[in-house]
């Protein structure tokens, strides 16, 4: 038997590997070598030596997965009839009880789980008939569990399907719980058999590869290649290699791919793919002349693709209305005429370049949001402060189809605001704004507002402290919202002894109760902007720290998405005045891009992973 993947924390793992030392088969067990497939042979003499804790394969969560899929390749001799032997089991110490486990007769497959949440616990035997393996010739096998749902494939022929009354537990405990390999802890019932380290499919004559794929045409479809580097199964289908049961991508370090020298400090950025041209990021620098920069993606870098004139500009915002193609820039300070415009850019295909389309009186704009609902276009800029004033209306925009530009829709009551984030749930669309300061604390309520009968109402109020950011984000069917708090600050309350040293707020849409509730909180620097992205079937939040008290050159973190645990930091990330995340991917991998708002460099950084 050789278990070479078992589903559990979103990746295969390889049981029996577990059971063999490093240095090689204990006693016990023996490498063997028959039909030109290596394997190894368990011994009876010692069957408590074939298993391993279950710590070292469950390490972050003590419940076996409810769903997963278990491969085994092994050759049975022939046996009495009547005789039914172990190739797994899971127990419990001191207890006589087969948490999980596969045994097999001279006609039949049983799948055996005990059943803790019936009453007094009960075991559950799902019975696989007309199933010979003891006939001294290889088989692999795939079984399948998902609910009441059981699945056996063997040797790649038709899987056969079985549905029980009882469910595979939904929370099957694993605590002090051992697998053994071929036995169930004794002497009696001991599985002698050679057991492969790879191969699968045997009956179909496939050439097992170890690194590059191996051909797959006419001539090879239906049969399965298992890349033992990468954990992948995968089964021909006469032209391509398909993945059946394939490790993910996991993120493994970080590593620096591009210093991005730019115009000036960069306060954020856009990345963006513009069809049949290529990808950009467009930089919101500081200082006016030279103004803004457009970056290309050109041979696994960014290189200077275009500069746009812009006055301080905090942020950039991509978005198109048909097949038109826009881009919007906030600018926080005057024009040279003493005049306070943001511009909306359209891109000209002629020039290959963006080029001025509206400019809209803004004040201290600090960011753009596009979006669209019922099939109209519409456009909200944050406006930050009016000389003194921190407490002014921000304006949500309407695109005019036949005067091709936007018009004031609705105005909203900020507070010192940096940011506006869209988003949809089911028939619903909201926008959140980040308010930032009110004229004399940061401790102020920022919103959330829900659109109905034509116009954004208030729908939920959270108390943040100087919030620069929402970022939402789904993780299955469940949605979340996280807030970057940056400072606390209140003029009429005693002075904390770190202004920026605050936590920042994940919230979770509660369905019953219609609202956002705190999910997890946060330690953060000065947290200026979130980014949720994903390798792989994993999550992650990266988080920009910009200032710690004492230093603008403090890490940022980015929390890997560990289930019930939360978000738990993965790796630190040197930065410097960091302003902005962006995450992006392209043919040479997966990267993030971040911006600093303290000195004339952005960094490319790529993500390695195995």
Same mark, same amino acid.
């Given at each position: 038997?050789?278990?070479?993947?078992?589903?559990?924390?979103?990746?295969?793992?390889?049981?029996?590997?577990?059971?063999?030392?490093?240095?090689?088969?204990?006693?016990?067990?023996?490498?063997?070598?028959?039909?030109?497939?290596?394997? =190894?042979?368990?011994?009876? $003499?010692?069957?408590?030596?074939?298993?391993?804790?279950?710590?070292?394969?469950?390490?972050?969560?003590?419940?076996?997965?409810?769903?997963?899929?278990?491969?085994?390749?092994?050759?049975?001799?022939?046996?009495?009839?009547?005789?039914?032997?172990?190739?797994?089991?899971?127990?419990?110490?001191?207890?006589?009880?087969?948490?999980?486990? =596969?045994?097999?007769?001279?006609?039949?497959?049983?799948?055996?789980?005990?059943?803790?949440?019936? $009453?007094?616990?009960?075991?559950?035997?799902?019975?696989?008939?007309?199933?010979?393996?003891?006939?001294?010739?290889?088989?692999?096998?795939?079984?399948?569990?998902?609910?009441?749902?059981?699945?056996?494939?063997?040797?790649?022929?038709?899987?056969?399907?079985?549905?029980?009354?009882?469910?595979?537990?939904?929370?099957?405990?694993?605590?002090?719980?051992?697998?053994? =390999?071929?036995?169930?802890?004794?002497?009696?019932?001991?599985?002698?058999?050679?057991?492969?380290?790879?191969?699968?499919?045997?009956?179909?004559?496939?050439?097992?590869?170890?690194?590059?794929?191996?051909?797959?045409?006419?001539?090879?479809?239906?049969?399965?290649?298992?890349?033992?580097?990468?954990?992948?199964?995968? &089964?021909?289908?006469?032209?391509?290699?398909?993945?059946?049961?394939?490790?993910?991508?996991?993120?493994?370090?970080?590593?620096?791919?591009?210093? =991005?020298?730019?115009?000036?400090?960069?306060?954020?950025?856009?990345?963006?793919?513009?069809?049949?041209?290529?990808?950009?990021?467009?930089?919101?620098?500081?200082?006016?002349?030279?103004?803004?920069?457009?970056?290309?993606?050109?041979?696994?870098?960014?290189?200077?693709?275009?500069?746009?004139?812009?006055?301080?500009?905090?942020?950039?915002?991509?978005?198109?209305?048909?097949?038109?193609?826009?881009?919007?820039?906030?600018?926080?300070?005057?024009?040279?005429?003493?005049?306070?415009?943001?511009?909306?850019?359209?891109?000209?295909?002629?020039?290959?370049?963006?080029?001025?389309?509206?400019?809209? $009186?803004?004040?201290?704009?600090?960011?753009?949001?596009?979006?669209?609902?019922?099939?109209?276009?519409?456009?909200?800029?944050?406006?930050?402060?009016?000389?003194?004033?921190?407490?002014?209306?921000?304006?949500?925009?309407?695109?005019?189809?036949?005067?091709?530009?936007?018009?004031?829709?609705?105005?909203?009551?900020?507070?010192?605001?940096?940011?506006?984030?869209?988003?949809?749930?089911?028939?619903?669309?909201?926008?959140?704004?980040?308010?930032?300061?009110?004229?004399?604390?940061?401790?102020?309520?920022?919103?959330?507002?829900?659109?109905?009968?034509?116009?954004?109402?208030?729908?939920?109020?959270?108390?943040?402290?100087?919030?620069?950011?929402?970022?939402?984000?789904?993780?299955?069917?469940?949605?979340?919202?996280?807030?970057?708090?940056?400072?606390?600050?209140?003029?009429?309350?005693?002075?904390?002894?770190?202004?920026?040293?605050?936590?920042?707020?994940?919230?979770?849409?509660?369905? *019953?109760?219609?609202?956002?509730?705190?999910?997890?909180?946060?330690?953060?620097?000065?947290?200026?902007?979130?980014?949720?992205?994903?390798?792989?079937?994993?999550?992650? &939040?990266?988080?920009?720290?910009?200032?710690?008290?004492?230093?603008?050159?403090?890490?940022?973190?980015?929390?890997?998405?560990?289930?019930?645990?939360?978000?738990? $930091?993965?790796?630190?990330?040197? *930065?410097?005045?960091?302003?902005?995340?962006?995450?992006?991917?392209?043919?040479?991998?997966?990267?993030?891009?971040?911006?600093?708002?303290?000195?004339?460099?952005?960094?490319?950084?790529?993500?390695?992973?195995?």
């Amino acid at each position: 038997m050789t278990p070479l993947s078992l589903g559990t924390d979103l990746r295969p793992l390889d049981i029996l590997s577990e059971a063999v030392p490093a240095g090689g088969p204990a006693r016990g067990m023996r490498v063997f070598q028959v039909q030109g497939v290596r394997g =190894l042979q368990l011994s009876a $003499a010692r069957p408590r030596a074939l298993g391993f804790p279950a710590s070292r394969l469950f390490i972050h969560c003590d419940r076996f997965p409810e769903e997963f899929s278990l491969i085994v390749t092994l050759r049975a001799r022939r046996r009495p009839a009547k005789r039914n032997e172990y190739i797994f089991t899971l127990m419990v110490e001191e207890s006589p009880s087969v948490l999980v486990g =596969l045994r097999y007769a001279p006609d039949k497959l049983h799948f055996l789980f005990w059943s803790q949440e019936r $009453a007094g616990g009960w075991q559950t035997r799902v019975t696989f008939p007309n199933v010979s393996l003891s006939d001294n010739q290889w088989h692999t096998l795939i079984l399948a569990v998902s609910g009441q749902s059981f699945s056996l494939t063997v040797d790649c022929s038709i899987p056969k399907d079985v549905v029980v009354e009882t469910p595979f537990p939904a929370s099957l405990s694993v605590r002090r719980a051992t697998f053994y =390999l071929g036995n169930r802890r004794r002497r009696k019932g001991v599985f002698t058999r050679l057991l492969p380290a790879s191969s699968l499919c045997p009956e179909a004559d496939m050439k097992v590869t170890l690194g590059a794929r191996p051909r797959c045409s006419k001539q090879e479809k239906a049969q399965f290649w298992f890349n033992a580097s990468r954990r992948g199964l995968y &089964l021909c289908n006469g032209s391509t290699w398909v993945s059946m049961l394939e490790v993910q991508h996991r993120l493994d370090y970080v590593e620096e791919h591009q210093n =991005l020298v730019t115009n000036s400090e960069t306060m954020g950025i856009e990345v963006f793919s513009i069809p049949k041209v290529g990808l950009f990021a467009a930089m919101a620098n500081r200082i006016t002349p030279p103004g803004s920069a457009i970056y290309r993606w050109t041979d696994g870098k960014f290189v200077h693709y275009q500069n746009i004139p812009t006055h301080q500009a905090q942020s950039w915002k991509y978005f198109t209305i048909g097949k038109k193609i826009f881009l919007a820039v906030a600018n926080f300070e005057q024009n040279e005429r003493g005049q306070e415009f943001s511009v909306i850019f359209k891109w000209s295909r002629r020039k290959a370049k963006f080029v001025a389309h509206q400019r809209i $009186a803004t004040h201290s704009a600090r960011d753009w949001e596009a979006f669209a609902i019922e099939g109209e276009a519409f456009l909200a800029v944050v406006n930050h402060r009016e000389g003194n004033n921190h407490n002014i209306d921000s304006v949500i925009y309407r695109w005019n189809p036949r005067t091709g530009l936007f018009e004031t829709n609705q105005t909203i009551p900020t507070s010192g605001a940096y940011d506006w984030e869209f988003f949809t749930i089911g028939p619903y669309s909201f926008l959140a704004v980040a308010n930032t300061f009110n004229g004399t604390s940061t401790k102020i309520y920022s919103h959330i507002y829900i659109w109905l009968s034509g116009s954004f109402q208030l729908f939920q109020s959270i108390l943040t402290f100087g919030a620069a950011d929402w970022e939402v984000f789904h993780i299955g069917d469940r949605v979340f919202l996280a807030v970057a708090n940056s400072h606390s600050y209140d003029s009429g309350m005693p002075a904390p002894s770190n202004f920026y040293a605050i936590n920042s707020s994940i919230y979770e849409l509660n369905i *019953t109760a219609q609202m956002f509730v705190k999910f997890q909180d946060l330690l953060t620097y000065s947290a200026l902007d979130w980014e949720f992205f994903s390798v792989g079937d994993d999550s992650f &939040l990266v988080v920009a720290n910009s200032f710690d008290g004492f230093t603008f050159s403090v890490n940022s973190i980015i929390y890997r998405w560990q289930g019930y645990e939360g978000f738990v $930091a993965a790796h630190q990330l040197p *930065t410097v005045g960091c302003r902005d995340w962006e995450a992006f991917h392209t043919a040479e991998g997966s990267f993030l891009l971040y911006s600093s708002a303290k000195e004339p460099l952005s960094k490319v950084l790529k993500l390695k992973t195995t």
